[in-house]
Nanobody, 120 residues
Framework: QVHLVESGGGLVQPGGSLRLSCVAS????????MGWYRQAPGKQRELVAA???????NYADSIKGRFTVSRDNAKNTVYLQLNSLKPEDTAVYYC??????????????WGQGTQVTVSS
């Protein structure tokens, strides 16, 4: 099992910033991809940003240039820096980790979600 703990969400005014963190723990052989998804009320969950073990990144078009994903492999932690926030960024943000528990067994895990609300 992989346990994910997210932190950093909250209420922020338009134009403000937040930093989300997600720490993975458990019997992990190696973490492959890490990333963030979000789900707004009445909408489907969507990819926000992802980062591979080698540091390659992928971003949703709607947040390019405003959000930055990074990871600390030594700490099994992924971060999402959210800048220039807009009301339409309001959503529950979920951490996602794809990890090998053994060399042959890969598990896709989700965090519990952290609320980000952008409002004046």
């Amino acid at each position: 099992q992989v346990h994910l703990v997210e932190s950093g969400g909250g209420l922020v005014q338009p134009g403000g910033s937040l930093r989300l963190s997600c720490v993975a723990s458990g019997t992990i052989f190696r973490i492959n991809a890490m990333g963030w998804y979000r789900q707004a009320p009445g909408k489907q969950r969507e990819l926000v940003a992802a980062i591979t073990s080698g540091g390659s990144t992928n971003y949703a078009d709607s947040i390019k240039g405003r959000f930055t994903v990074s990871r600390d492999n030594a700490k099994n932690t992924v971060y999402l820096q959210l800048n220039s926030l807009k009301p339409e960024d309001t959503a529950v943000y979920y951490c996602n980790v794809v990890a090998l528990l053994t060399p042959e067994y890969e598990l896709d895990s989700w965090g519990q979600g952290t609320q980000v609300t952008v409002s004046s």
